[in-house]
């Protein structure tokens, strides 16, 4: 049976039911999103994955006892899950900052470079990593909605909902974070273009 074919909803409903092979797919499903989120906000893949695991084992646990019924809104309730448990993740750690000096997963890294001149190549990734640098010097709100916004491609919802915010939150902290971003980037002279 093609599972690909059937809704979240439909696949949960039937696990529930007892169809328990329909849990892979859901995972298969929402790997991909779930995993970028959980690398951007802790920049290391071996913790991404233990992180990745546990929401799973907590969605399953969930799941089983009847605690899920979000319609329409699962790949959000298990993004909140993963939040809560980056969230705890740090807690353990007793880290000021929310986000660890990594290079094993780099976003930048993913992006396409059209102009394969080493120079421009070289110039590109110095700007990246002053960026990068500087992103992590906002406020921890402001940088989680930053980089969901943009390099997860979440919406302003999605945010808030995984956030516990508001849609108009989410939005001021997204502005507030550009904001402060453009303000540093005029005080350490980096220059975007060229």
């Given at each position: 049976m093609d599972l690909t074919k059937f809704s979240d909803q439909e696949l949960i409903s039937a696990y529930i039911?007892?169809?328990?092979?329909?849990?892979?797919?859901?995972?298969?499903?929402?790997?991909?999103?779930?995993?970028?989120?959980?690398?951007?906000?802790?920049?290391?893949?071996?913790?991404?994955?233990?992180?990745?695991?546990?929401?799973?084992?907590?969605?399953?646990?969930?799941?089983?006892?009847?605690?899920?019924?979000?319609?329409?809104?699962?790949?959000?309730?298990?993004?909140?899950?993963?939040?809560?448990?980056?969230?705890?993740?740090?807690?353990?750690?007793?880290?000021?900052?929310?986000?660890?000096?990594?290079?094993?997963?780099?976003?930048?890294?993913?992006?396409?470079?059209?102009?394969?001149?080493?120079?421009?190549?070289?110039?590109?990734s110095q700007t990246h990593a002053k960026i990068r640098e500087l992103v992590e010097l906002l406020p921890d709100n402001q940088r989680e909605v930053l980089k969901m916004r943009h390099f997860q491609e979440m919406s302003f919802k999605d945010i808030a909902e995984v956030t516990n915010v508001s849609i108009n939150t989410a939005l001021g902290r997204m502005r507030y974070a550009i904001i402060n971003l453009r303000k540093m980037i005029e005080e350490n002279d980096i220059i975007l273009s060229h």
């Open positions: 039911s007892g169809e328990h092979s329909n849990i892979n797919e859901i995972i298969n499903r929402h790997k991909s999103k779930l995993m970028g989120y959980i690398i951007m906000s802790v920049k290391d893949i071996d913790i991404a994955n233990d992180i990745f695991q546990d929401t799973f084992i907590k969605v399953i646990n969930k799941l089983r006892i009847g605690a899920y019924n979000e319609e329409g809104k699962f790949i959000q309730w298990v993004l909140r899950i993963a939040h809560n448990l980056i969230i705890d993740h740090y807690r353990k750690e007793s880290k000021v900052k929310m986000v660890r000096s990594n290079d094993q997963y780099d976003i930048f890294n993913t992006l396409p470079i059209f102009d394969k001149n080493a120079e421009d190549e070289i110039m590109k």
